[in-house]
């Protein structure tokens, strides 16, 4: 398959350009920074390099691809940039006639109620972690609303350290499903969406320790 991948520069961008070249996909990295993934480059790897906040260069890119996998990383400080730029990806497919569209969210989870859902966290906490909180529950209200055919994988926040250590402190060590994952790991499972009989289609699933044992949210499935 062609896919196009926005935030290819990032920990998990990385890792999903990686793994679908290994699989034998034709991916386009769409970056700012060509630097952060050159050392990536190969007969497979072809470059688009430009701002998300240029819809016009989206629409171009997205144009003639299969599958467009969004993995913009970024904290609530990027909140605008994320989320207009969700809604130029959104509009350039509809437009481009493509349909399939995954998307990684992300989200703090609080230590004391660790199976809180979304909505609730937003509630709970305050200052950055509560702006990071609502600024992913957006881009998800965004994207459910369209009439793409979209996936959205959603996890705990992955920084850096945790990307590389394969674990994540903030998570408390009793608690056994739901649990952060590395990157990798989250890489792996967002492309797993693309095999055929996964009926993922127009949900949100949590990404849990184990990528077989997957649910769905208590979010659900966007009503249109």
């Known amino acids: 398959m062609n896919i196009l991948i926005f935030g290819a520069s990032g920990c998990i961008g990385q890792e999903i350009t990686q793994l679908a070249l290994q ?9 700012r920074s060509v630097e952060k993934i050159n050392h990536l480059r190969q007969n497979h790897l072809s470059f688009f390099q430009d701002d998300i906040m240029n819809a016009d260069a989206v ?9 467009v996998i ?28 493509v349909n399939r569209l995954l998307c990684h969210t992300s989200f ?11 909505k609730q966290l937003i509630h709970k906490l305050s200052g950055a972690r509560r702006k990071t909180n609502k600024m992913h529950h957006e881009l998800e209200h965004i994207i459910g609303h369209s009439s793409l055919n979209w996936t959205i994988v959603r996890s705990p926040v992955i920084s850096r350290q ?9 998570v408390p ?3 056994k499903t739901g649990q952060m994952t590395a990157a990798r790991k989250t890489a792996r499972f967002i492309l797993f969406q693309l095999q055929p ?3 993922n289609s127009q949900k949100i699933i949590s990404l849990q320790e184990s990528p077989a044992a997957t649910q769905e949210t208590s979010d659900g499935m966007y009503a249109k």
């Open 197 to 199: 009989g996964t009926h």
């Open 23 to 31: 699989e034998g996909h034709y991916v386009t990295a769409f970056t």
């Open 70 to 97: 969004n993995v913009i990383e970024g904290s609530h400080r990027l909140h605008k940039v994320r989320v207009q730029g969700t809604r130029h990806i959104i509009n350039a497919m509809t437009v481009a006639g």
């Open 162 to 170: 945790s990307a590389t250590a394969g674990k994540f402190p903030a």
């Open 108 to 118: 703090i989870p609080d230590k004391e109620h660790p199976f809180s859902t979304v």
């Open 59 to 67: 629409l171009k890119a997205i144009k003639s691809k299969d599958i």
């Open 173 to 175: 060590p009793e608690r």
